[in-house]
């Protein structure tokens, strides 16, 4: 069981929601997710992202019905937003177990330090500046960071 969100991480993932809806308003395919989202993987656990994206084509191998649940599926894109309660090393553990259970890329956030880990396969680079782009399956959001970042300011 994890703790309620401090105000900064939740109006953070409220914004990340927010940018992520508007991107997903251009082309309306597949669903957004939020933090209270569970997901069964192929490895038997069942984990919840702060923000996820699940393409069309993913959503279609599930029976019908399947999402009033937990669905057995891997979101394609994941976010987790690293906040107070959080311990970085078990988030970046599960950052890997969303990547060992077919998520196709993945960003760990780090407001307090202001960067962006990106996870690919066989690839994570970190990425510090004022956005952040997405690629594969969701080619095309960039993530402005600064409106970001600025949730974290009293």
């Known amino acids: 069981m994890n703790p309620p969100a401090g105000g900064w991480t939740s109006d953070g993932n409220a914004e990340i929601i927010h940018q992520l809806r508007g991107w997903w308003d251009t082309h309306e395919q597949g669903r957004v997710f939020e933090s209270s989202a569970g997901f069964r993987l192929r490895d038997?656990?069942?984990?919840s992202?702060?923000?996820?994206?699940?393409?069309?084509?993913?959503l279609s191998r599930l029976a019908k019905g399947e999402l009033k649940s937990f669905p057995?599926?891997?979101?394609?894109?994941?976010?987790?937003?690293l906040s107070d309660s959080d311990a970085i090393g078990k988030l970046k553990q599960k950052?890997?177990?969303?990547?060992?259970?077919?998520?196709?890329?993945?960003?760990?956030?780090?407001?307090?330090?202001?960067?962006?880990?990106v996870y690919r396969q066989g690839e994570i680079p970190v990425v510090d500046g004022n956005s952040v782009s997405?690629?594969?399956?969701?080619?095309?959001?960039v993530l402005n960071l600064s409106k970001l970042w600025a949730r974290y300011e009293d």
């Open 44 to 47: 038997g656990s069942i984990l």
């Open 49 to 58: 992202p702060d923000v996820a994206y699940a393409s069309a084509e993913a």
């Open 72 to 81: 057995r599926l891997c979101p394609d894109f994941v976010i987790e937003l």
């Open 95 to 117: 950052m890997e177990d969303w990547m060992t259970n077919g998520a196709a890329l993945g960003w760990l956030v780090d407001p307090y330090a202001r960067q962006v880990t």
């Open 134 to 141: 997405g690629s594969g399956p969701v080619i095309g959001f």
